[in-house]
C-alpha cells in the first residue's frame, strides 16, 4: 500500500508541474482516504461508471480534484499520459477543479465554490431514495467548508429525511480554526442528527474501520483527521504549498522526499 500511496503522491506532483497550478497540500492530506474508498469501499468501476445503482462520489473540495485524476487513472478510467498532455489547457475537460458537463461517467460534479458539493450530494441522497435506489453518495469535504451555511442547512435536511445513503467525509486537516472555533466537530455533527466516526486519515486500518458502518436511519460522517502536505516534509512544513506548482528542480526534490517519507 505504501508504494502505491507514493506513486499517487508523485502523479500528483507531476500533473501539478504539467499546469503550472494546483492546491497539493490539500491533495496531499486526502489521497489516502480516497484511494480506500475507491478501491475498497465504493460499489464502483468504470464499466458501471454511468450506471444509475453505482455508488456516486462528489468532491465538495474542489481544490482537491489533483488528488481524483490519479485514482481514477489506476482503476483505469482515464489515462495519465492524456491527462498530463492538456490539462489546464484551454478547452481542456481536465480542469483543476472538476467539471461534469466534460466528461460521460467518473467525474460527478462541477467544484470550484466551496460549500456547494454536499447540498449537491444530499439532493442526489435524496432523490435516489425516493427512486428506490439501493446505492450510496460519498461526498469528501473540507473542515473549513463548514464555514459555509450551506452545510449546515444540508445537515438538517439529510437527517431529517434519515438519509442514511449519504456519507458525509470530512478532511480534517486542521483549515477551520485558522478562520472561526467550531469547537467539537463530532459533538456538533451528532447534534445535527448524523451518526458520526472519526479516524486517523493516514492509517489505512484505521480508515478501513470508520467505513465499516452499519446502516442506521441517519447520515453518516466520517472525521478524517490529516495532515496538510502528508507524504512531504516540505509541503507539511511550508504553507505555501497551499497553493503552488513544483518547478522543473522543486518537483526532483518533492518526488525524491515522497520516496524516503
Same mark, same amino acid.
Given at each position: 500500500? /505504501?508504494?502505491?500511496?507514493?506513486?499517487?503522491?508523485?502523479?500528483?506532483?507531476?500533473?501539478?508541474?504539467?499546469?503550472?497550478?494546483?492546491?497539493? !497540500?490539500?491533495? &496531499?492530506?486526502?489521497?489516502?482516504?480516497?484511494?480506500? %474508498?475507491?478501491?475498497?469501499?465504493?460499489?464502483? *468501476?468504470?464499466?458501471?461508471?454511468?450506471?444509475?445503482?453505482?455508488?456516486? &462520489?462528489? +468532491?465538495?473540495?474542489? !481544490?482537491?480534484?489533483?488528488?481524483?485524476?490519479? +485514482?481514477?487513472?489506476?482503476?483505469?478510467?482515464?489515462?495519465?499520459?492524456?491527462?498530463?498532455?492538456?490539462?489546464? !489547457?484551454?478547452?481542456? $475537460?481536465?480542469?483543476? !477543479?472538476?467539471?461534469?458537463?466534460?466528461?460521460?461517467?467518473?467525474?460527478?460534479? #462541477?467544484?470550484?465554490?466551496?460549500?456547494?458539493?454536499?447540498?449537491?450530494?444530499?439532493?442526489?441522497?435524496?432523490?435516489?431514495?425516493? *427512486?428506490?435506489?439501493?446505492?450510496?453518495?460519498?461526498?469528501? @469535504?473540507?473542515?473549513?467548508?463548514? #464555514?459555509?451555511?450551506?452545510?449546515?442547512?444540508?445537515?438538517?435536511?439529510?437527517?431529517?429525511?434519515?438519509?442514511? #445513503?449519504?456519507?458525509? =467525509? +470530512?478532511?480534517?486537516?486542521?483549515?477551520?480554526?485558522?478562520?472561526?472555533?467550531?469547537?467539537?466537530?463530532?459533538? $456538533?455533527?451528532?447534534?445535527?442528527?448524523?451518526?458520526?466516526?472519526? @479516524? #486517523?486519515?493516514?492509517?489505512?486500518?484505521? =480508515?478501513?474501520?470508520?467505513?465499516?458502518? *452499519?446502516?442506521?436511519?441517519?447520515?453518516?460522517?466520517?472525521?478524517?483527521?490529516? +495532515?496538510?502536505?502528508?507524504?512531504?516534509?516540505?509541503?507539511? *512544513?511550508?504553507?505555501?504549498?497551499?497553493? /503552488?506548482?513544483?518547478?522543473?528542480?522543486?518537483?526532483?526534490? %518533492?518526488?525524491?522526499?515522497?520516496?524516503?517519507?
Amino acid at each position: 500500500m /505504501k508504494g502505491i500511496m507514493a506513486e499517487l503522491r508523485k502523479e500528483m506532483l507531476y500533473l501539478s508541474h504539467r499546469c503550472n497550478d494546483g492546491n497539493l !497540500q490539500s491533495a &496531499f492530506s486526502c489521497i489516502d482516504v480516497l484511494w480506500v %474508498l475507491y478501491s475498497e469501499i465504493m460499489n464502483w *468501476k468504470p464499466q458501471i461508471a454511468t450506471d444509475e445503482t453505482r455508488d456516486c &462520489f462528489i +468532491i465538495s473540495k474542489g !481544490q482537491a480534484t489533483l488528488a481524483l485524476y490519479p +485514482i481514477l487513472c489506476r482503476l483505469g478510467m482515464f489515462r495519465l499520459d492524456e491527462i498530463a498532455g492538456e490539462i489546464g !489547457q484551454f478547452d481542456s $475537460r481536465y480542469c483543476i !477543479q472538476t467539471d461534469v458537463t466534460k466528461f460521460e461517467g467518473g467525474i460527478e460534479n #462541477n467544484a470550484g465554490s466551496l460549500g456547494h458539493g454536499l447540498p449537491f450530494a444530499t439532493g442526489i441522497a435524496m432523490a435516489n431514495k425516493i *427512486k428506490n435506489i439501493d446505492s450510496k453518495v460519498y461526498v469528501l @469535504c473540507g473542515d473549513g467548508e463548514f #464555514n459555509e451555511g450551506t452545510m449546515w442547512e444540508s445537515c438538517i435536511l439529510a437527517s431529517t429525511h434519515k438519509l442514511d #445513503n449519504l456519507c458525509v =467525509i +470530512i478532511d480534517d486537516n486542521a483549515s477551520v480554526g485558522a478562520m472561526v472555533n467550531m469547537d467539537n466537530m463530532y459533538d $456538533r455533527l451528532k447534534t445535527f442528527g448524523f451518526e458520526v466516526y472519526e @479516524c #486517523n486519515g493516514h492509517d489505512f486500518d484505521s =480508515i478501513r474501520n470508520a467505513f465499516d458502518y *452499519k446502516c442506521c436511519e441517519k447520515p453518516v460522517a466520517i472525521i478524517a483527521h490529516t +495532515i496538510r502536505g502528508y507524504g512531504s516534509e516540505t509541503m507539511i *512544513k511550508e504553507d505555501i504549498w497551499f497553493h /503552488k506548482a513544483p518547478n522543473d528542480e522543486e518537483l526532483l526534490l %518533492l518526488q525524491k522526499e515522497i520516496d524516503e517519507f
